[in-house]
């Protein structure tokens, strides 16, 4: 499986992301003007974006396809969809949540088998949570150190609108489907939605 080993602020910078989006407290060091380039095609900014969007959910290019293809089929907006349908999988839900630091915590989470969504164990990272559901830590995991630390008497992690987080039952429910709005870094949907229908 292709994985990308290139350290994460050095990834950030050149996509240009605030660190924090991903999950890390450090800020770069180097000077942001220092390496300037020649100004970007059309088509160089809409695969500028379209990188961006999928370093950030650390996916790989065929299933962030396939989440466009699928955003793609659905009645409304396609960039609107395909943003939802990011948002709603169930290892950046564990993120919104607060109760991973990072996305790829997160997926390691649910990969490892700590998370239940209606009382079922699901081990899958790209799971699409629904309107309704409730996302749980398994009883026997919330004692582990990783989770305790995350979700602690001192919990205060900004959770989106779109969630509601109990943070002593460690669970949290869908109220609704997230929206553009409840993102928390700048993103050009249409620049995505450009590129893929060339």
């Known amino acids: 499986m292709g ?13 240009g992301i605030n660190p924090v989006v991903m999950g890390y407290d450090k800020q770069t060091k180097r000077d942001p003007k220092g390496n300037v380039r020649r100004k970007k095609s059309e088509y160089g900014i809409q695969l ?3 990188q961006k969007v999928k370093f950030i959910y650390g996916m790989m290019e065929k299933q962030f396809r396939l ?3 699928r955003a ?3 009645a409304g907006s396609t960039g609107e969809n395909f943003l939802q349908l990011l ?3 169930l290892d950046n839900v564990i993120f919104r949540m607060g109760f991973a630091k990072t996305r790829n915590a997160a997926r390691q989470m649910v990969s490892h088998g700590h998370i239940q969504v209606n009382g079922k164990k699901v081990d899958i990272p790209s799971y699409q949570v629904k309107l309704g559901d409730v996302i749980s830590v ?6 582990t150190n990783g989770i305790k630390e995350s979700v602690g008497k001192d919990y205060n992690r900004k959770v989106p609108q779109w969630l509601e987080v109990n ?6 429910k869908v109220l609704s489907l997230p929206t553009k709005a409840d993102i928390d870094y700048e993103v050009e949907e249409h620049l995505i939605v450009e590129f893929y229908s060339r």
Do not use: H
């Not at 398994?138 to 004692?143: G, I, N, R």
């Open 3 to 15: 994985k990308c080993t290139q350290p994460i602020l050095k990834r950030c910078k050149a996509l």
């Open 48 to 50: 500028n974006e379209k």
């Open 67 to 69: 989440t466009y293809d």
């Open 72 to 74: 793609s089929k659905m």
């Open 87 to 89: 948002e709603l999988r």
């Open 138 to 143: 398994c009883e026997a995991s919330q004692s």
């Open 167 to 172: 943070s002593e039952t460690f669970s949290a």
